[in-house]
């Protein structure tokens, strides 16, 4: 039996049978506490929890999962044992409180006995220690020999957390023969390799609480897992997961484009392995949205597609491979999985990106390791500078250099390596932009002596612009700068931030020998702009020819918010006077900040009218024109300079609608080209200046969005149209008040019930009492309550409320002949509280609960005393 034909075989005898089928889940799992979907339950976790009601009482599906990173970190396992996969696929039916054992077991049995056809002979059991009814139900209903149900312990015992459902579970277990291992049943920890588990039944029926108490659940329920690979290794009698039919033609054509034949060598055959296998992992993440990163999700992927181009490499193969592997998995599991046969295009551009970028660093990574290796004593480890420098360096993650060393009999120094991981996150955090970094302030001043000033030509021209580099310098912290004779990048200035991109160097053939990424750009001196870089590969050099590309995606986003900064300038002027001059501003590609003076906050109708006139603008859609004059002639234009740009005797001026003012910025080329822009703050930063924040564009639009979705979610938990959302909210309120109101009342009538018991306490008319677990206001309730009992002149009452601190209460009568107030206020002192002033009443609070009877007796002798 084949793959494909196990999926709808398995389906079709429990849908048979009354199971409704449901098709596999996203690898990213809507339950934040995992990375992956790592089980055939896990979609199903709300209906076993009750949180959801569930489509159907009964469900089968075939769930495709990951396990890989967290607690299932053993990837380097992959390839090199017989049944460990990152990806595979858990065939499972599901009772949600329908059926139970009686139908769970004897279904089990039926299928793998009858529908796969497996002999009974070589089929044995286990059931939890206590669980007798299964045990039972296997031995007299299915007819299992007594001698083959074994019971175990924890290994038959399946909970979702420390709390929640759980319960029992029963296994079925396949005896692979006696040249795997002695006899003795899966109970025999000595024959782990003879037999191999295919099927679990998992039988929800307890509900445990936070004090460990366990409760029969109302509705018990049924989880089903079985391995679809292991159970194709029995069907087809293969000793292997690499070997059953789809992982097979996945290693054939592994073997096709690396050239290496299966069975030539062990270490090859190992390579083939990994890449069949990871081929598969990498194709199905991506297909749901994982992609390769330095974060979570996105680093386990990247962790594995890494690995696997590494194998590639070892073999010497120079080809980009991984998309060929992944026009594999399409076409072999395409056709029951339909959404990897829809995403291929995006699956393939991502790998091939990936494997491109990371064999770009490899060569000089490996060669780095091996020579490190070659100089290390036996059983030495790699320090953890060198890990660093290629995980830094040339992208290798430290478990790939733990695997090549482990490959050698060596491990990695983890300590050393996360001691260097510290200090880069410290220089980072403490690097800084400044004028002149100082180690290279030669260089720089060599640069301006000579002439060598940067042309910015970025405002046409935005990618493969042609340039030279002058000079590449380092920086105190080790951070590369590329200095170009003309560059399209704009360095950071007037407010607007510094563009990103990347310099490439090509040879002749047009092979890309050396790149970096440009993280930032900054003025190093005026007229020399500094590429602030991370080297992805190879190197650069004074002289050398590149080709320079700004990310254009970031620059229109920057563009949209710098021009929308200058509007906002020319409405607030209107609306608040002239006296609203800017005092700073922050053009980012997703917001923009813009400072200015004004002596009080902005009314919710003032912010209303400056967003108007920005919008109506933006809707007449007028050329935004961006000129260079001299300086007489823009300030004849009636040009506003921008707070703390600098400008000579030419400058350039924006005409932006009704706005005009000095600026060296890039902008839109129409006001339409801005979008929609919304004001999402308005504050004060100092004496006399406010500051707005503000977004433009697809930001806004996502805002929009987000506020949508909130709103609809409001309206649904209210119950109510979203058009009615206040509405709601007002009688909830309304509601919220009057039970706060009878609340009120009944704790009145409760401290009045217990004044009368206190009261009984009075000696000579007064009470002096510990009362704990009250909150401030009730115990103030109830110490006016005891006042007002008859025969009681005086009442202090001192007590820990449960949120904490401590409290003192006092209420006397016109004709107690002592104040409230005179009665707490040296009381206080003992809680280290503060307060007790009054008459009639009085009360403090502190910090003391441990001085509460000091304070009594103090309040007392202040009462012995009047």
């Given at each position: 039996?084949q793959?494909?034909e196990l999926?709808?075989v ?6 048979e049978?009354g199971h409704q ?10 339950d934040?506490?995992?990375?992956f979907?790592n089980?055939?339950m896990?979609?199903?976790?709300p ?7 569930p ?6 599906s075939?769930?495709k999962?990951?396990?890989?990173g967290?607690?299932?970190n ?5 390839g ?7 990806f595979?696929?858990?065939m499972g039916n ?5 059926y139970f054992k009686k139908t ?5 049995w039926?299928f793998v ?6 002999d009974?002979?070589?089929?044995w059991?286990t059931v939890h ?6 045990a039972?139900i296997?031995r ?6 007594a001698?083959?149900?074994q019971?175990l312990d ?6 979702m957390?420390d709390t929640?459902p ?8 396949w ?6 291992g002695?006899?003795g049943?899966p109970?025999n ?5 003879r ?6 039944l ?6 445990t609480?936070a004090?460990?108490?366990s ?6 329920s049924?989880d089903t897992?079985a391995?679809l690979e292991r159970i ?5 009698g293969?000793e292997s997961?690499?070997e059953?039919d789809?992982?097979?033609r996945?290693?054939h054509?592994?073997s096709?484009v690396?050239?290496y034949?299966l069975g030539a ?6 390579a083939?392995r990994v890449l069949?296998e990871h081929?598969?992992t990498t194709t ?6 994982v992609?390769?990163?330095?974060e ?9 597609m890494r690995?696997a181009?590494?194998?590639a490499?070892?073999l ?8 060929s ?5 399409v076409h072999?599991m395409?056709?029951?999985?339909p959404?990897i046969?829809?995403n291929h295009?995006?699956?393939r551009?991502v790998?091939?990106r990936?494997e ?6 490899l060569?000089?990574g490996?060669?780095?390791l091996d ?5 290390l004593?036996p059983?030495a480890?790699v ?6 420098t290629?995980h830094d360096?040339?992208?290798f993650?430290k478990?790939?250099t733990a695997?090549v060393a482990a ?16 200090k880069?996150?410290?220089?980072a ?6 004028a002149v970094i ?11 002596e000579?002439?060598?000033?940067t042309?910015?030509?970025?405002r046409?021209h935005?990618?493969n612009v042609?340039a030279?580099?002058l000079?590449?310098?380092?920086g ?6 590329i200095f170009?004779?003309q560059s399209p990048?704009?360095a950071?200035a007037g407010?607007q931030s510094?563009?990103?991109g990347?310099i490439?160097?090509v040879d002749a053939?047009?092979v890309v020998?050396a790149?970096?990424?440009?993280t930032?750009?900054?003025?190093a001196?005026p007229?020399?702009a500094r590429h ?11 002289g050398?020819?590149v080709?320079v ?5 970031r620059?229109?986003?920057i563009r949209r918010?710098h021009?929308a900064?200058h509007l906002?300038?020319?409405a607030?002027?209107e609306?608040?006077?002239e006296g609203?001059k800017?005092q700073g501003s922050?053009?980012?590609?997703d917001r923009l ?9 902005l009314?919710?109708?003032q ?11 933006i809707l007449n859609?007028?050329p935004a024109?961006h000129a ?7 300030e ?8 703390g740009?600098k400008?000579g ?5 924006l005409r932006?609608?009704?706005s ?8 839109v080329?129409?006001l339409?080209?801005i979008?929609p822009?919304?004001?999402?703050s308005?504050s ?11 977004i433009?564009?697809d930001?806004?639009i996502?805002?929009i ?6 709103l609809a ?6 119950n109510?149209?979203?058009g009615?959302?206040v ?8 509601e919220?008040k ?11 009538k ?6 009368a018991?206190?009261a009984?306490q009075?000696?000579?008319g007064a ?12 115990l103030k309730?109830?110490a006016?309550?005891?006042r007002?009992?008859p025969?009681?002149n005086?009442v202090?009452?001192a007590?820990a409320p449960?949120s904490?601190g ?5 209420a006397v009568?016109?004709?107690?002949g002592?104040?409230a107030?005179a009665?707490?206020g040296?009381?206080?002192k003992?809680i280290?509280?503060g307060?007790g002033k009054?008459?009639d009443?009085a009360m403090?609070?502190g910090?003391?609960a ?5 304070a009594l007796a103090v ?7 009047r």
């Amino acid at each position: 039996m084949q793959a494909n034909e196990l999926r709808k075989v398995f389906t079709d005898f429990f849908v048979e049978r009354g199971h409704q089928p449901i098709p596999s889940a996203s690898l990213i799992p809507h339950d934040q506490t995992l990375l992956f979907t790592n089980s055939g339950m896990v979609p199903f976790k709300p209906y076993f929890q009750g949180d959801e009601k569930p489509p159907s009482l009964r469900a089968v599906s075939i769930q495709k999962c990951v396990r890989a990173g967290g607690k299932h970190n053993d990837l380097d396992e992959v390839g090199r044992t017989s049944r460990h996969l990152t990806f595979f696929e858990m065939m499972g039916n599901f009772s949600f409180g329908d059926y139970f054992k009686k139908t769970a077991i004897p279904s089990a049995w039926e299928f793998v006995t009858e529908a796969l056809g497996l002999d009974p002979e070589r089929l044995w059991v286990t059931v939890h220690l206590s669980d007798d009814e299964a045990a039972e139900i296997w031995r007299t209903t299915v007819g299992v020999p007594a001698d083959r149900i074994q019971r175990l312990d924890e290994d038959n015992w399946w909970r979702m957390a420390d709390t929640g459902p759980n319960g029992p579970s029963s296994e079925i277990f396949w005896d692979k023969g006696p040249e795997y291992g002695p006899d003795g049943g899966p109970a025999n920890p000595e024959a782990d390799e003879r037999y191999m588990e295919i099927w679990n039944l998992v039988f929800m029926q307890f509900e445990t609480d936070a004090e460990g108490n366990s409760k029969p659940l109302p509705k018990p329920s049924i989880d089903t897992g079985a391995g679809l690979e292991r159970i194709l290794m029995v069907l087809q009698g293969k000793e292997s997961v690499f070997e059953i039919d789809e992982m097979a033609r996945l290693i054939h054509v592994a073997s096709e484009v690396t050239g290496y034949a299966l069975g030539a060598d062990p270490a090859s055959d190992l390579a083939l392995r990994v890449l069949a296998e990871h081929a598969r992992t990498t194709t199905f993440l991506v297909s749901d949205g994982v992609f390769p990163s330095n974060e979570d999700r996105g680093y386990v992927l990247r962790r594995i597609m890494r690995r696997a181009t590494r194998f590639a490499y070892l073999l010497g193969v120079s080809d980009i491979i991984t998309p060929s592997l992944v026009d594999a998995v399409v076409h072999i599991m395409g056709p029951d999985y339909p959404e990897i046969v829809q995403n291929h295009d995006l699956i393939r551009t991502v790998v091939e990106r990936e494997e491109t970028q990371f064999r770009r660093r490899l060569a000089n990574g490996l060669k780095m390791l091996d020579e490190e290796l070659a100089r290390l004593e036996p059983g030495a480890s790699v320090p953890g500078t060198v890990a660093f420098t290629l995980h830094d360096t040339y992208g290798f993650p430290k478990e790939v250099t733990a695997e090549v060393a482990a490959e050698r009999g060596h491990g990695i120094d983890i300590d050393g390596f996360e001691t260097e991981m510290t200090k880069q996150r410290e220089r980072a955090k403490a690097s800084k932009k400044g004028a002149v970094i100082a180690a290279d302030a030669d260089v720089v001043s060599q640069l301006v002596e000579d002439g060598n000033l940067t042309i910015f030509v970025g405002r046409d021209h935005f990618t493969n612009v042609q340039a030279e580099v002058l000079a590449v310098t380092g920086g105190d912290d080790g951070a590369p700068s590329i200095f170009l004779n003309q560059s399209p990048f704009y360095a950071e200035a007037g407010g607007q931030s510094g563009d990103t991109g990347v310099i490439q160097k090509v040879d002749a053939a047009g092979v890309v020998v050396a790149e970096a990424r440009v993280t930032d750009t900054i003025y190093a001196v005026p007229e020399v702009a500094r590429h602030l870089v991370e080297m992805t590969t190879g190197e650069f050099a004074p002289g050398d020819s590149v080709i320079v590309s700004i990310d254009v995606d970031r620059r229109n986003r920057i563009r949209r918010h710098h021009t929308a900064t200058h509007l906002i300038h020319w409405a607030l002027r209107e609306v608040l006077g002239e006296g609203a001059k800017q005092q700073g501003s922050l053009v980012a590609p997703d917001r923009l900040r813009f400072d200015f003076s004004h002596f009080e906050a902005l009314s919710p109708a003032q912010i209303i009218t400056i967003e108007d006139m920005v919008n109506a603008e933006i809707l007449n859609n007028s050329p935004a024109t961006h000129a260079e004059v001299s300086r007489a002639e823009a300030e004849a234009m009636g040009a506003i300079a921008f707070f703390g740009d600098k400008y000579g005797e030419r400058v350039r001026v924006l005409r932006a609608g009704p706005s005009i003012e000095f600026c060296g910025g890039t902008h839109v080329r129409a006001l339409g080209d801005i979008g929609p822009v919304k004001i999402v703050s308005e504050s004060s930063i100092g004496s006399n200046i406010r500051r707005i924040e503000a977004i433009a564009g697809d930001e806004t639009i996502k805002l929009i969005r987000s506020e949508q979705a909130t709103l609809a979610e409001a309206a649904e938990a209210l119950n109510v149209p979203v058009g009615s959302v206040v509405e709601g909210i007002q009688k909830r309120v309304a509601e919220s008040k009057a039970q706060q109101d009878e609340i009120a009342a009944l704790r009145r009538k409760l401290a009045v019930g217990r004044a009368a018991e206190l009261a009984s306490q009075a000696v000579d008319g007064a009470i002096f009492a510990r009362v704990d677990g009250l909150a401030r206001n009730d115990l103030k309730d109830l110490a006016m309550a005891v006042r007002d009992q008859p025969e009681v002149n005086v009442v202090v009452l001192a007590g820990a409320p449960e949120s904490g601190g401590a409290a003192l209460a006092a209420a006397v009568t016109p004709d107690a002949g002592v104040e409230a107030g005179a009665m707490v206020g040296p009381a206080a002192k003992e809680i280290q509280g503060g307060g007790g002033k009054g008459t009639d009443f009085a009360m403090a609070g502190g910090k003391n609960a441990e001085g509460l009877d000091s304070a009594l007796a103090v309040a007392k002798g202040v009462f012995d005393a009047r």
